[in-house]
Structures are given as C-alpha cells and as structure tokens.
C-alpha cells in the first residue's frame, strides 16, 4: 500500500461517513450541503485512486463525476422541494357563475 492508496483510505475514513451523517440527518438545506459535499470528497477519491493503481484512465470516473455532480445536486433539490414535476401553473378553473353557451364556436367576442 503507498502513499497515495494511504490518501484515498483517509478521504473514504474521515470526511465520507460525515457528509453521509449530514445529508441523511436535518434540514432539506443541510441534506443538499452533504450529497453536495459527498460528491466532492468521491470526486477527489476518484482522482487519487489512479495514482495509487498507475492507471490513468481511472481519472475518467472522475472526470465524469465532476460533470454530472452538479446535474444530481439540480435534480435531489427538485425533489426535495416537494414541487408538482407537471406545470408550473395549474389551469385555469371555469367559473361557476358564467352562463353556459355564452362564447359560440367560431365567433368572435366583441
């Protein structure tokens, strides 16, 4: 085992297990702060990792990580927030008090 597997061992120990504490425990704000977080501390897992096996084509796990974290941050957000994924509005009720038949098919109002 070198120095750098020694890193990545640490990275995992140490600050992993408290971004998975906080993004399981407390507010929807503190949860997003820990996945957040994880995929940083995966992110540098990821790029110590080939270092430590002499294979560079390991750092394209990282690369991608890096790319896509921020997309999986967007989307837990989204459901976090408890928002309907349809309209943004809901449409329009009709109202109750109109009289029926009062717009005729093809004409126009005045």
Known sequence: MNAWAVA???LLAVPAPACLWVASRGTPVHR???ASLLSSVAGAVFLVLPQAY???SYQDLALVLGV????????FTRFVSGRP?????PP?????TAPHGSRRAGRRPD
């Open 8 to 10: 990545a061992l640490v």
């Open 32 to 34: 997003l702060v820990g």
């Open 92 to 96: 329009p009720t009709p109202d109750p």
């Open 85 to 89: 994924t349809g309209h943004a509005h």
């Open 54 to 56: 002499g294979r560079s």
């Open 68 to 75: 896509l974290a921020p997309a999986g941050t967007l989307v």
